[in-house]
Nanobody
């Protein structure tokens, strides 16, 4: 079992930045990947980015490529998501999750956190 706790969300103006954190505890070594997803009101949860624990290989959704950066600190069992040049359409609840493969497919992830709200004003 893995427990995930996201933090760092908030209200920011368009063009601003935020840094989200996802602290993991428990059997994190069972999982190869940490992923970030987001869900806006009335929409499906969508993939944002993912990173492998070992080699820090990354994978991004096209919508955030060049603006968001995912990283990890193995010693702290924490994954970060740096959000830059934010747009109103980035407004959503952001979730982290454990995964077994570097993929955008939501169904391959489990052990979801509770989420952190990101709101971007025009």
């Amino acid at each position: 079992q893995v427990q995930l706790l996201e933090s760092g969300g908030g209200l920011v103006q368009a063009g601003g930045s935020l840094r989200l954190s996802c602290a993991a505890s428990g059997r994190t070594f069972d999982y190869y990947v940490m992923g970030w997803f987001r869900q806006a009101p009335g929409k499906e949860r969508e993939f944002v980015a993912a990173i492998t624990w070992s080699a820090a290989v990354t994978y991004y959704a096209d919508s955030v490529k060049g603006r968001f950066t995912v990283s990890r600190d193995i010693g702290k069992s924490t994954v970060y998501l740096e959000l830059n040049n934010l747009k109103p359409e980035d407004t959503a609840v952001y979730y982290c999750a454990t995964g077994r493969g570097l993929t955008h497919v939501k169904e391959t992830y489990d052990n979801w956190g509770q989420g952190t709200q990101v709101t971007v004003s025009p």
